[in-house]
Structure formats: structure tokens, C-alpha cells
């Protein structure tokens, strides 16, 4: 089974600071996803790579960067932590045939 | 962008009934759906795929249609458990790794 791995489930952090949220796939994917789900606006891309170093912006990237350094590992960057960035993220990899697979999710509180 | 609805926000089903679930989609080029169930503080968890060549496909308990005449798809899942208390949506994939989701049904089953 396709593994995507969070490093945390829950998260707080002030304003200001920054944050990463770390993600790792065991299925040697090409892609991966960073997603924010907020109620009543549903899943919305931040950034998706496509390779290692690569990386393209997805609807909402302002606030947000990421990297890429290994194939298994995105992370998601916070350079300066906002309370409107509170929401659940969700890293996701998607296989050759364009099956996507999630992990479990970090909840990110910003006070 | 592309528009992935869903026709009933929130199904309550009997224990042991049957539950369906309903999706519109809006590019009739979308070649590939995934339904995904997402328990409460989870991560979504893929269920069952269909690709636009087909119009029906089985899998444990449940069945995936596909009605490209009217972009339609729906999720139907057989005799409903409590376990199955979630939230469902669907992705239409119009193109490689290319996601757009709905918003969501929350299920709830009573016993």
C-alpha cells in the first residue's frame, strides 16, 4: 500500500513564526502535492513538484514556498506564520496512472 | 476552472440500507474520477477510481457510475455500516495530475 507520511497531526505556532510541514512518500513518486482544506472551500493546491528541485504554483501559493531536495520528501514552508494560514494541510503523491493518495493531514493553528 | 459539484450535502441513511452519493462534473474531457472518503480530522482515503471508458466498476461494497451524457457520477454503497459515517467526495481528473474536487457529502449512518 502507498504510504504518505505527515510528520505531525497537530500543529500551534504564533504569528510570525515559521513553520514547516514535512511529508514523505514510500512509492517512489514522481509527484507531489501540498493541499489546504478549509470548510465550505474544499481542497485548493498550494504548490505541486514534479521532480526533485521542481516545483509549480498551484491556486494559492502566496505565503507558502516549498522544497524539494529528495524525490520522497516535500515540504511546505510558512515563512512568516498568519493567522488566516490556520487550516488542515494535506500532502498527497500520485502514482504513473494519475491515482493521488493523501496522508493523514497536519491541523495548523496560528494564534 | 472546472466546477466538480455535489447535488446533496449531507445523506442520512438507515443502518444496513443502501447509501448513494452524487457528483457533477463540468469538462466533458475528464477521462478519470476518484471517489474519496474522509473520516472526521483525517486525511481523504481513495476508494474506488473509474476511467471514462467504462461506466460501471464494483469494489468491496461499493459501485462507481459513470453517465458521461450528463456528467454525472455517483458512489453507491452497499449495505451501509457505521464505519462508513463520512464525508465522500468525488475528483475529476481532466488531465494528468490535475485535480478538482467537490465539496463533499457528509454521510451519517443511524443505527
Known amino acids: 500500500d502507498v504510504k504518505v507520511t505527515q510528520s505531525s497531526r497537530y500543529l500551534v505556532k504564533r504569528t510570525g513564526e515559521k513553520v514547516f510541514l514535512e511529508c514523505v512518500q514510500d512509492m517512489d513518486h514522481e509527484n507531489m502535492f501540498w493541499y489546504r482544506q478549509d470548510p465550505g472551500l474544499g481542497l485548493r493546491l498550494i504548490y505541486f513538484s514534479y521532480d526533485v528541485k521542481m516545483k509549480e504554483k498551484g491556486d494559492i501559493p502566496e505565503g507558502y514556498s516549498v522544497s524539494r531536495e529528495k524525490k520522497e520528501r516535500f515540504s511546505l514552508i510558512l515563512e512568516s506564520a498568519s493567522t488566516n494560514q490556520t487550516s488542515m494541510y494535506l500532502c498527497?503523491?500520485?502514482?504513473?496512472?494519475?491515482?493521488?493518495?493523501f496522508g493523514s493531514g497536519t491541523q495548523l493553528s496560528v494564534l | 476552472g472546472e466546477s466538480v459539484g455535489l447535488h446533496l450535502p449531507t445523506l442520512s441513511v438507515q443502518e444496513g440500507d443502501n447509501s448513494i452519493i452524487n457528483c457533477a462534473y463540468s469538462n466533458s474531457a475528464s477521462d478519470y474520477f476518484i471517489w474519496y472518503k474522509q473520516e472526521s480530522g483525517k486525511g481523504p482515503q481513495f476508494i474506488i477510481d473509474i476511467r471514462s471508458n467504462m461506466d460501471k466498476r464494483q469494489g468491496q461494497r461499493v459501485t462507481v457510475l459513470l453517465n458521461k451524457t450528463v456528467k454525472h457520477l455517483s458512489l453507491q454503497i452497499a449495505a451501509t455500516q457505521p464505519g462508513d459515517s463520512a464525508v465522500y467526495f468525488c475528483?475529476?481528473?481532466?488531465?494528468?495530475?490535475?485535480?478538482?474536487f467537490g465539496s463533499g457529502t457528509k454521510l451519517n449512518v443511524k443505527p
Open positions: 498527497a503523491s500520485s502514482s504513473p496512472r494519475g491515482k493521488l493518495f
Open positions: 475528483a475529476e481528473i481532466p488531465a494528468l495530475n490535475k485535480f478538482y
